[in-house]
């Protein structure tokens, strides 16, 4: 990421937008052009958060990096499980389709597998 938007970001915290564009050695055209950059906006968000709310993201980016388990990744799971098609889980009858037998897209929205957990079966 161009370091100059990451200045701009926190100068936005501190300066009207004409002084922030002075302090990060940029023109109001590049300034226009980054706001609807997704560098920029992160930029701009880190720049507003508490030390303590910087902590708890790098806390939680290191989670996201140890367990392979990210916001984008939960939410795309649980598109797919609540938008599948339930009529695969039966045949043409009405019968339940065997576990094995399952098309791929249904056998696939196992979350836990996607993740690598192991959940135990039952005792009983």
Excluded: C
């Excluded at 990451?6 to 009207?16: E, G, N």
């Excluded at 996201?64 to 009529?87: H, K, Q, W």
């Excluded at 037998?101 to 196992?110: G, K, M, S």
């Amino acid at each position: 990421m161009d370091p100059r938007k990451l200045t701009y970001a926190q100068a936005l915290q501190l300066h009207p937008t004409a002084q922030a564009q002075a302090v990060a050695g940029i023109d109001a055209d590049t300034a226009a052009s980054w706001a609807n950059d997704l560098d920029f906006v992160a930029a701009l968000h880190r720049a507003s958060l508490s030390p303590t709310e910087r902590t708890r993201e790098i806390e939680l980016a290191a989670v996201e990096v140890e367990t392979g388990v990210t916001l984008a990744r939960v939410v795309e799971m649980l598109a797919r499980m609540a938008f599948f098609d339930p009529r695969l889980l039966a045949d043409e009858d009405g019968n339940p389709v065997p576990l094995r037998e399952l098309p791929a897209e249904v056998a696939n929205l196992r979350p836990w597998k996607s993740i690598g957990l192991v959940i135990p079966r039952p005792l009983i």
